[in-house]
């Protein structure tokens, strides 16, 4: 469960970017919908701005370092090269992203911030050996059309490729591994990654991973074709109620446990708030 934002969080920035219509479902998106339809058209159709908070930069943080720790001859890729990498990496995002120099403001909260990260990137020597390990990709971007012209894409936190051409999609969780009840939400976005990859190559992966670092947890599944198959039916049932939404100017909001972390609740009829005009033109019924 995410932690709700503090006085410490970034501002975002005051202009919000132009509204855009759906143009392709990420897991990120579709999750958003499934649990809230207000909560997806304020993020992927009106694009409006949230706050920043120290957790999630810990996330991105860790993700880049693990990623340039590949960069590394295998021999190379220790503990303590991987902690050598955080400051220059955090350095780089405060350079690269805009309102990160602002995330905090006492210096003490900021080094006991690095701290933390340093926790979670060592913990990832104990839950994987990276000199045993020849990724295939990094912070993979993949994009696919599927039935009924259904667009899906997103990015990849590793694809492994064995010699036998058998292939594991792994991704990088900065918080506590989900109990039984919430395992298949978890995994959802790596069998979204897995759909994408088999409708690309005509492979199946082999191996679905997580890798929850706070923990030190792994959760490995193995995805059947027929499995994702019934993925593929999700998702495009998805975008049909999303394009029709769009078309509708229709989103309404569903309240659910993660409301109290939302960032938009003045906008939320549910809280009282009034969503902002619907930015799109809409279809007229029966023309």
Not at 8 to 33: H, K, M, Q
Not at 138 to 151: F, G, M, S
């Amino acid at each position: 469960m995410p932690t709700p934002t503090t006085a410490t969080s970034a501002s975002a920035p005051d202009a919000a970017p132009t509204a855009t219509p759906p143009s392709a479902l990420s897991p990120s998106r579709a999750s958003d919908f499934k649990t809230c339809p207000l909560l997806y058209r304020l993020r992927a159709i009106d694009r409006i701005p949230e706050p920043t908070t120290p957790a999630q930069v810990k996330g991105t943080l860790v993700h880049s370092v693990l990623e340039r720790l590949y960069d590394l001859e295998a021999y190379d890729r220790t503990t303590t090269a991987a902690v050598a990498l955080l400051e220059p990496e955090w350095s780089r995002l405060k350079t690269d992203e805009h309102g990160l120099t602002d995330l905090f403001d006492d210096p003490a909260a900021e080094t006991a911030w690095l701290s933390e990260a340093r926790r979670l990137v060592e913990a990832y020597f104990d839950v994987e050996d990276p000199t045993r390990l020849a990724p295939a990709d990094r912070e993979r971007l993949v994009e696919v059309t599927v039935a009924d012209d259904v667009p899906l894409r997103g990015f990849i936190d590793r694809v492994d490729v064995a010699p036998t051409g058998q292939v594991r999609v792994v991704d990088y969780k900065t918080g506590k591994a989900p109990g039984p009840a919430f395992q298949a939400q978890a995994l959802f976005q790596l069998k979204f990654y897995a759909l994408v990859l088999w409708r690309l190559n005509g492979v199946v992966p082999a191996m679905l991973r997580l890798l929850y670092l706070k923990d030190r947890q792994v959760i490995d599944y193995a995805p059947t074709e027929d499995e994702l198959r019934g993925v593929e039916r999700t998702v495009v049932a998805l975008w049909r109620a999303i394009t029709t939404a769009a078309a509708a100017g229709d989103f309404p909001p569903r309240k659910n446990p993660l409301c109290n972390w939302c960032a938009h609740q003045t906008r939320c009829p549910e809280f009282g708030g009034t969503p902002p005009p619907y930015p799109l033109p809409t279809a007229v019924p029966g023309a």
